[in-house]
């Protein structure tokens, strides 16, 4: 759900960067990581995001019937799985875990930042929906539920939708805020904090995620979602990382190089 920069999570160099050098922006992965291998970070992580979320989601309703309880259990063992994936991958692949976030840099990259191109989106993205599905059936399986049983999960009201543009807005205003201040290494806590509180201030919990919204379409279970809410979960979901780029390019704006200061 987040990246590091250009060379994962060391010291940046000595030397100052020229001014009109580009900073880095989530999804600046380590040059020499072969793509396979960011691939493979990135299907890995999302599936375990998703088992996770899906596995403490059924553990909860196992335990209590209580659903503020079953909430906060779900809330809790995902803020800590999220931020340990992130730190884990995120020198490997970004660890964006997330279309949005990665369709996200990548327009960032067209207009002169640094982030995937379009060869590397199309493997990341399959390989963050695929991750998802294993994720769900896994959480299943380790359960005993269904390895695939559709979600009855009803998640069609407007009032979810608008949760789903604010929860995504905000996660892409992290992120790529993070990058412009230079303060990704904080990028495990400061994300994983965020969803943990987007679960309890937005209607929806949360989603905030394609690929994950996609896998939990495959589990009837508590993190569950109607395949039919499907397309407007994911809609709204890219209309919240626009919203959220928008956001970062007036709140994040660059000065203009070489303006003076007013002296006092």
Request: glycine content about 10%.
């Amino acid at each position: 759900m987040t990246a590091t920069e250009p060379i994962g999570f060391a010291p940046a160099a000595e030397s100052a960067p020229a001014a009109d050098v580009p900073q880095p922006v989530p999804g600046a992965t380590p040059p020499r990581t072969p793509l396979i291998a960011r691939a493979a970070a990135e299907l890995v992580g999302t599936a375990a995001l998703v088992a996770i979320v899906v596995g403490s989601g059924i553990q909860a309703t196992n335990l209590t019937k209580d659903v503020g309880l079953q909430l906060l259990a779900n809330s809790t063992a995902t803020v800590f799985g999220l931020g340990v994936l992130i730190a884990l991958l995120g020198p490997v692949s970004g660890a964006h875990f997330n279309p949005a976030v990665t369709l996200a840099e990548w327009w960032t990259a067209r207009r002169g930042g640094a982030g995937v191109n379009a060869r590397e989106l199309a493997v990341y993205v399959p390989s963050q929906i695929a991750g998802a599905i294993m994720g769900a059936v896994l959480a299943d399986a380790m359960f005993g539920e269904p390895l695939v049983q559709w979600a009855t999960h009803d998640r069609s009201a407007g009032n979810l939708l608008l949760g789903e543009v604010v929860a995504t807005a905000g996660l892409i205003l992290l992120i790529f805020g993070l990058a412009r201040t230079d303060q990704l290494p904080f990028a495990p806590v400061a994300v994983a904090s965020y969803i943990g509180a987007a679960y309890w201030f937005t209607s929806s919990t949360s989603f905030a995620n394609p690929a994950v919204t996609i896998g939990r379409a495959f589990t009837d279970t508590f993190a569950g979602i109607a395949p039919a809410c499907v397309p407007a979960f994911v809609a709204v979901q890219l209309v919240g990382a626009v919203v959220g780029l928008a956001l970062v390019a007036v709140i994040f704006m660059r000065g203009k190089p070489g303006a003076a200061t007013p002296s006092a």
